[in-house]
């Protein structure tokens, strides 16, 4: 499964064009940083991993570019609960 990608956008979509999953995380902080603000998987995807994986690209980028991440989102704020590798990663909140 290929992941398609736009600014602040991970995305699946079937060949119709209906979105099967994403994650979205615009930035802040001046463009120096992102929050994932949603992630969403189509039920008929769900328990493959799927979100997970998104997750990973945003962590894999923040990596990459050097920016951090505020996992608002509730599933991508349990992936950084469970994943401690992900901590180099994650924007301190006030």
């Known amino acids: 499964m290929e992941f398609q990608h736009e600014d602040g956008r991970?995305?699946?979509t079937s060949p119709d064009g209906k979105l099967l999953a994403e994650v979205v995380?615009?930035?802040?902080d001046d463009g120096k940083n992102v929050v994932i603000e949603r992630t969403y998987?189509?039920?008929s995807l769900r328990g493959q991993g799927i979100a997970g994986k998104l997750v990973k690209l945003v962590?894999?980028?923040a990596?990459?570019?050097n920016f951090l991440i505020e996992p608002l989102c509730t599933f991508a704020a349990k992936e950084f609960q469970r994943r401690?590798?992900?901590?180099?990663?994650?924007?301190?909140?006030?």
């Not at 995380?25 to 802040?28: L, S």
């Not at 401690?84 to 006030?94: C, F, I, M, N």
């Open 10 to 12: 991970y995305f699946i």
């Open 25 to 28: 995380y615009p930035r802040i």
């Open 41 to 43: 998987v189509d039920p």
């Open 59 to 61: 962590v894999d980028e």
């Open 63 to 65: 990596r990459r570019d």
């Open 84 to 94: 401690s590798e992900y901590a180099d990663v994650l924007r301190p909140t006030k």
